[in-house]
């Protein structure tokens, strides 16, 4: 089993719909989420950064951490076409200890957001 | 745009062949993480060194090896290439000053083994 485990989709929307990604994670050492987008061929991009539970927004993007749970989510408000890219949430324990920070990642989430 | 280079961005080669991979962080970046991604396994860490000592190893194959160099930039080196190391290969920073758990990815090297 994986420790990230995400639906790889493919998602399909139309442009202006909310989009729901989520993640789960088995690992309770795991403190620090990150949600990265990555269009193709190029580097994945941080998009979101949340420190343990609880709830962060950036303009239309929200992501959600819930430890209880150990799920992972981010929404997108007003999708757009140039939303279209693959997500990548990701977690790490944080740079002390023996992990160093390292981020474990799920598989990815292709979203298309089409007008 | 990280700041974060690496070349060349695309390397085409042949099994058995030996490929070195560069990346070169911004200025003051102290940790630096290579990560392999394929499209059966994903996005996957490799190996951390931090200020030129390897601190972290992951799932690197023992054909794999990095440093990371008194400029503070690093090189991976694959040796012995196989079709399944055909992947992209991304360096990583962590953000140091900043104490934040985030890393800032470059644009990536795309392997090709024929």
């Known amino acids: 089993q994986k420790e990230v485990e995400q639906d790889p989709g493919p998602l399909s929307v139309p442009e202006g719909a909310i989009v729901s990604l989520n993640c789960t994670y088995s690992?309770?050492?795991?403190?620090?989420f990150m949600w990265y987008r990555q269009y193709s061929r190029k580097g994945p991009e941080l998009l979101m950064y949340?420190?343990?539970?609880g709830n962060k927004e950036d303009g239309r993007f929200t992501a959600q951490v819930d430890k209880s749970s150990k799920y992972i989510s981010l929404f997108i408000r007003d999708s757009q076409p140039s939303d279209s890219a693959t997500y990548l949430c990701?977690?790490?324990?944080?740079?002390?200890?023996?992990?160093?920070?390292?981020?474990?990642f799920g598989q990815g989430t292709i979203l298309t957001v089409h007008p | 745009d990280s700041g974060v280079t690496q070349t060349p961005k695309h390397l085409i080669t042949a099994t058995g062949q030996r490929v070195t991979l560069r990346c070169s962080p911004r200025?003051?970046?102290?940790?630096v993480y290579w990560y392999q991604q394929s499209l059966d396994q994903g996005l996957q860490f490799l190996i951390q060194?931090?200020?030129?000592?390897?601190?972290a190893k992951g799932n690197i194959l023992e054909r794999f090896s990095a440093q990371q160099f008194p400029d503070l930039h690093s090189e991976l080196n694959l040796s012995s290439l196989e079709l399944g190391d055909s992947a992209l290969y991304f360096c990583?920073?962590?953000?140091?000053?900043?104490?934040?758990?985030?890393?800032?990815f470059g644009p990536g090297t795309r392997l090709l083994v024929l």
């Open positions: 200025s003051g970046d102290l940790s």
């Open positions: 060194y931090y200020n030129g000592e390897e601190r």
């Open positions: 690992n309770s050492a795991f403190q620090y």
């Open positions: 990583a920073i962590r953000n140091d000053l900043l104490s934040q758990e985030t890393q800032y």
């Open positions: 990701a977690s790490s324990q944080g740079a002390g200890g023996t992990s160093y920070g390292k981020l474990t």
């Open positions: 949340t420190y343990s539970s």
